[in-house]
């Protein structure tokens, strides 16, 4: 039976009890529902692979509550420090070098010498953080390969019974998955998400490099086939075929429509709550057909998720 907590002191102070004894929460970010376990215990990070059915070589996030916490798990260089001071705390990864006798589950890192690491803004995932007072291992809190969760139901949808306690923060107000950078030597984008590149490269003053390896993944996020609903997904349609669900942007309208006004912080933060609500409307066997989104600012993640969500299945 999963429980689902308040999001109150009373409500945390149980979310927090429950990580303490390797137990696995939910838990609201700006981005996305994290499904959290203490990230120094590999019963409760074999746990998280269990719960969703997650890859053992695809490394899960560690959220910490601020830069000083981070450092004592890892080595941050001159770009990461630069981006963190600009963007932490907020929606942004960085796979920095992992310090030695940090005392991280190897599980976390799928055994790689890095380790990805995010700084959450949220109020509530904040408060969390400093109650339990570790690191906590938090991918989404979705089956693996599924639509992202961005409202406590979500994660009941897909997980309950198979996790102790969500922490309901209504919905997230990004959407979209945090950005996840490698910073150092050269500044390397491996995922696109909440903070668009054009603001990163600002802060940095350089452009980014484009890596990630679908089959060799450095980070989460990076498998080829990700974010998938049950329904098949048709991308730059104009128009629905027969037998679509189509999902609109500015002009382009639909039976459901990520930003009428073509905003794209709008579209990042409905995408996901509308693949689910189009996969829903399609049914078994039907098709959803996505409306063109310009690939600039966020942009570029919605349609890095969208790409994902239509690759062919394995």
Same mark, same amino acid.
């Given at each position: 039976?999963?429980?689902?907590?308040?999001?109150?002191?009373?409500?945390?102070?149980?979310?927090?009890?429950?990580?303490?004894?390797?137990?696995?929460?939910?838990?609201?970010?700006?981005?996305?529902?994290?499904?959290?376990?203490?990230?120094r215990s590999?019963?409760?990070?074999?746990?998280i692979y269990a719960a969703k059915g997650r890859p053992?070589?695809?490394?899960?996030?560690?959220?910490?509550?601020?830069?000083?916490?981070?450092?004592g798990y890892a080595v941050l260089g001159p770009n990461a420090r630069s981006l963190a001071q600009a963007f932490w705390p907020g929606p942004l990864t960085l796979v920095l070098?992992?310090?030695?006798?940090?005392?991280?589950?190897?599980?976390?890192?799928a055994g790689l010498p890095t380790v990805a690491i995010r700084v959450p803004a949220h109020p509530l995932a904040q408060r969390l953080l400093r109650a339990?007072?570790?690191?906590? *291992? %938090? $991918?989404?809190?979705?089956?693996? @390969?599924?639509v992202s969760p961005t409202r406590a139901e979500h994660v009941l949808e897909g997980l309950s019974g198979r996790i102790a306690a969500v922490l309901d923060g209504g919905p997230c107000a990004v959407g979209l998955e945090s950005t996840i950078v490698a910073a150092d030597p050269q500044p390397t984008l491996l995922r696109?998400?909440?903070i668009p590149v054009e603001a990163l490269q600002a802060a940095l003053g350089q452009p980014l490099s484009i890596g990630g390896d679908a089959q060799k993944p450095s980070a989460p996020g990076q498998l080829a086939s990700h974010y998938a609903p049950e329904a098949g997904v048709r991308l730059?349609?104009?128009? *629905? %075929? $027969?037998?679509?669900?189509?999902? @609109?942007?500015?002009?382009i309208k639909g039976a459901l429509t990520l930003s009428d006004s073509g905003d794209l912080v709008e579209a990042a933060a409905r995408l996901f709550d509308l693949l689910r609500r189009a996969d829903q409307l399609a049914g078994p066997g039907g098709r959803i057909a996505f409306a063109p989104v310009p690939e600039t600012g966020l942009g570029l993640a919605i349609n890095d998720r969208l790409r994902r969500a239509a690759a062919p299945r394995k």
């Open positions: 039976m999963t429980e689902t907590l308040a999001p109150d002191d009373a409500g945390i102070a149980r979310a927090a009890r429950l990580l303490a004894e390797a137990e696995l929460v939910a838990f609201p970010t700006e981005t996305v529902y994290g499904l959290g376990g203490d990230a590999d019963q409760a990070v074999a746990g053992s070589f695809n490394p899960l996030i560690v959220h910490l509550p601020d830069l000083a916490a981070v450092e070098p992992l310090r030695d006798g940090a005392g991280l589950s190897p599980l976390v890192t339990f007072g570790g690191p906590v *291992a %938090a $991918p989404s809190a979705n089956p693996s @390969g599924r696109p998400g909440g730059n349609a104009t128009d *629905a %075929a $027969p037998g679509e669900v189509l999902v @609109g942007f500015g002009p």
